[in-house]
Structure formats: C-alpha cells, structure tokens
C-alpha cells in the first residue's frame, strides 16, 4: 500500500506548479469569457467555464491531500474534496471538447444529451468519492491515487481523440490556430496518459519509485499554454475569415446592385433627353432640367460604388511608365465636365518622370483628384488652373496636385477621406471619391497629405513608398 510519506515530496514538487496552472486558468477564463461578451457564441462561454473549472479542479485537488492530516474526520473531508476535484476535472474535459466540437461541425448538443453528460460526470465523481470507505488508515491509495489516476485517464484518451478528430476537420486549412490546437491537445493527451500509467503502476507495485521533479510541471504549463493561445488565434483567425467573406458578400452584392440599376437610369436620361425636344413650354423645360440633374447626380453615385467595387477587386500589377502617359489619360476622362475647359493645366512632362507602380490604380487616384480640382473650381478667378507636379525623393516619389478652387474647410480635412463625408451640403458628389483615393493608395504602399485654406485652393500630395526608378 502506498503511503502518505512517499506522496508527500510529490506533492511538495508540483504545488507551485498547480498554482501557476490555476492561475493561468483564471485569465483564460477571463479572456475567452471576455471573447464571449463580444460574438455571443456557444463555444467561448463553453471553453471559459472549461477553464474555470480547470482551476477549481487544481485548487480541490490540493485540498484533498491536505486534510488528510486532520483527523478523525480526515476521510469525509477527502471525500468530500474528492468529489468536488472530480466533478471540476470532468467538467473542465467536457466543455472544453464541447466547445471545440461546436466550433467545428456548428452544432449543439440537445438538452437531454448535455443532461446525460452532467450525470455521467456526477456519477463518476460519486463513485470515486466512496472510495475512502475501503481504504486502510495512512494510505492514500483510494483517496488520492485512484481518482487522479481515473481523472488523468479520461482526461488523456478524451484529449488525444479531440486532437485526432481536430487534426482530420482541419486537415484542409493552413489556420495556425486549428494546427496549435490539435497537436497540443495530443501532447497534453499523451503527459496525462503517463499519469494514470505511473499512478496505476505505483498501485500495483508497493516498491514502485514515482520520479518526480519540476519539468512536469513546466511541461503541464506550456502544454496548457500552447491550449489557451491556440484557442485564441483560432478564434481571430475564424473572425477573420467571417469578416472576409461578409465584406466578399457586401462588395457583390454592391456591385451587382449598381450595375443593374444603372440600366433603368441610362433610360431615363434618354427619356429625358427626348422630352427636353417634345415639350415647348418654359416651366416644362425647367422641371424636366431639374429632373436631369437629378437624375445624373444618381448616375454619379451608382458610377462611384461601381468604380470603388471594382477597385476592391483588381489586382496588383507594379509596371514602369510615364507620369505623362497617365495624366493624358485623366484629361481625356476630364475634359468635358463642366467648367473644365476654364481651367488651365500646369505641367510640364520631363524624360525623368519614370515610375513603378500600378498604374490603373494610380489612375484612380489622379482621375478622382483631378475630378473633385475641377468639380469645385473656383469660377470667380480669372486664372484657373491645376498644377501636377513630379519629385523624386531617395527611393520614394512624390506627385503632388495643386488648385487655386473653392477650397477645404479645416475643420473638414480630416474627414474627405471617411466613406459618404461631403464637406459642404452643397456637394454633388457622392463622398466616396477621395475614400476610394485612400483605398487604392493603401493597395500600391502609398500615402496622400492634405494642405488647403478656404478660398485660396488645394494641394494633395501622393507618396508612393518605393516607386522610384533610376533613370540613365
């Protein structure tokens, strides 16, 4: 029979590292309870109280051995700790591998079932608990051996067969959070196998030596670890993924929307433009104009969502070519809005004006900057213009586009780059120009600063990170 003395170097080894798991219990539990609070989902309150009991179980496990010490009562006391350890044990298995196997096939368990589970765990936790009836006075062989051993053996194989299961559903993604997960819960699968192995073999063999030192308790704690920040990956990473394929969802669905309502508008421009010759009076002439307007303005719009879809989708493509080759380019998308032809263009093209980047999206760039130059010129100056400008800095280039318009109020400036912000109720425009600007920057490694001043003009500067290209 096993004796209390030679468990007790035992115990003295791993109590720090039973307070460090525990407490490193606690804060996942937190954390994930946290995760919870904010996606509502099953499997992070699950894998919270799997943690919580983790600790608990730790705690109670202590406590069993120490009241072995104080007797007459010694017994009921080790009873009772050892029922509470069991069921804190089994729970902790259970909802941590509950939680993994919502995560994974989406699916609850039914009432019924979870009820039949929370029996189980009772009925074993019982059972084991009545074991100190049997048991010969200073040995611990049914207190303290046997239940960790039964823990550490339900705990290993449950462990090892969600690391298998994990390891086949997640045999076709590259997550590193999924990949993390399985193979620590084998490892942890395998140390608690050893466990119940040494524990049952100690039972077996009254001269069995049980070698302890702090590297099991290390290995425990970076097993557990390795758990707990698996856990948390792959639930950002699922985030993720969720969020990707809602912003996927809502670029089509945005798309496809624009492109087909664009149809009915382009028939009714038509109409329009027909009924501007049929009707003869003034007042007709005057609503029907208003109703042009009107209508072009929602053309705009369905033109900008297009365009920013559109953007989203395209791929990267770095190819080297004129500043000049893109500005005429601009011009000829420009050319005939309204007021363009009042405005001059200042820039003078040099052989040195060579780049590398992509240039449909810095196109989209220029176009939109040039656009909004002319849209808000200011029509009172005798000379408008729009001056580009081309600088080479180190590795970097800097285009800048100057305007003597209407300008941008200050307190506006920091927000022409948010998606639908118009500075002005006056705006025609759709506020997604300068948004799709700072999107397609963001695609090429670029930047773009803002100096403006309300009457004078503006001046946008494009940093393009790397774009530079020596030039024999």
Same mark, same amino acid.
């Given at each position: 029979m096993i004796q209390q003395e030679a468990f007790q170097e035992y115990l003295q080894k791993i109590f720090y590292?039973?307070?460090?798991?525990?407490?490193w219990g606690l804060v996942l539990a937190l954390v994930l309870w946290y995760f919870y609070s904010l996606y509502k989902k099953k499997h992070l309150k699950l894998w919270a109280l799997s943690w919580?009991?983790?600790?608990?179980?730790?705690?109670?496990?202590r406590g069993t051995f120490y009241f072995t010490d104080y007797p007459p009562y010694s017994n009921i006391w080790q009873s009772l700790f050892t029922f509470s350890f069991m069921i804190a044990g089994l729970a902790h298995v259970f909802w941590l591998l509950?939680?993994?196997?919502?995560?994974?096939?989406r699916k609850i368990f039914t009432a019924k079932k979870e009820y039949l589970f929370y029996l189980a765990i009772i009925v074993i936790s019982l059972l084991t608990a009545l074991l100190f009836l049997i048991e010969v006075e200073g040995a611990i062989t049914y207190t303290i051996m046997l239940p960790f051993g039964i823990k550490s053996l339900i705990v290993g194989l449950a462990f090892t067969f969600a690391g298998v299961v994990t390891m086949r559903m997640g045999s076709r993604s590259s997550?590193?959070?999924k990949n993390l997960l399985w193979i620590s819960f084998i490892l942890y699968g395998f140390q608690n196998l050893h466990y119940s192995l040494a524990c049952f073999r100690m039972m077996a063999d009254p001269q069995s030596v049980l070698n302890v030192d702090y590297t099991f308790g290390v290995i425990d704690f970076l097993l557990l670890s390795l758990i707990g920040i698996g856990m948390v990956i792959w639930l950002l990473e699922d985030e993720r993924a969720t969020?990707?394929?809602?912003?996927?969802?809502?670029d089509s669905f945005l798309y496809s929307t624009s492109h087909d309502l664009r149809a009915p508008v382009a028939s009714l421009l038509g109409l329009i433009n027909i009924a501007k010759h049929d009707v003869?009076?003034?007042?007709?002439?005057?609503?029907?104009?208003?109703?042009?307007?009107?209508?072009?303005?929602?053309?705009?719009i369905f033109s900008d969502i297009l365009n920013y879809s559109r953007n989203i989708k395209t791929e990267i493509n770095p190819t080297v070519f004129r500043l000049g080759q893109i500005i005429d380019d601009v011009i000829a998308d420009v050319k005939f809005n309204q007021g363009a032809d009042s405005i001059r263009l200042d820039y003078d093209e040099e052989i040195t004006h060579i780049l590398r980047t992509d240039y449909y999206q810095l196109k989209v760039?220029?176009?939109?900057?040039?656009?909004?130059?002319?849209?808000?010129?200011?029509?009172?100056?005798?000379?408008?213009?729009?001056?580009?400008r081309?600088?080479? =800095?180190? /590795?970097?280039? $800097?285009?800048? %586009?100057? *305007?003597?318009?209407?300008? =941008?109020? /200050?307190?506006? $400036?920091?927000? %022409?780059? *948010?998606?639908f912000y118009r500075a002005t109720s006056e705006a025609d425009g759709s506020g997604l120009g300068l948004f799709i600007v700072k999107q397609a920057l963001a695609k090429i490694n670029a930047d773009i600063l803002l100096k403006s001043e309300p009457g004078i003009g503006s001046t946008f500067k494009v940093i393009l990170i790397g774009a530079a290209v020596r030039v024999d």
């Open positions: 590292s039973f307070l460090g798991q525990s407490i919580l009991a983790f600790s608990l179980y730790l705690l109670l496990a509950y939680g993994t196997y919502h995560l994974i096939e997550a590193v959070g969020l990707e394929k809602t912003n996927r969802e809502l003869k009076e003034e007042s007709g002439r005057n609503y029907i104009q208003m109703m042009e307007d009107r209508v072009k303005k929602l053309d705009n760039v220029l176009a939109n900057l040039v656009s909004n130059a002319v849209k808000y010129h200011d029509s009172e100056k005798p000379d408008q213009y729009i001056a580009i081309f600088e080479k =800095i180190d /590795r970097n280039i $800097q285009i800048s %586009v100057k *305007d003597n318009g209407k300008g =941008i109020a /200050r307190e506006s $400036q920091r927000k %022409v780059f *948010d998606m």
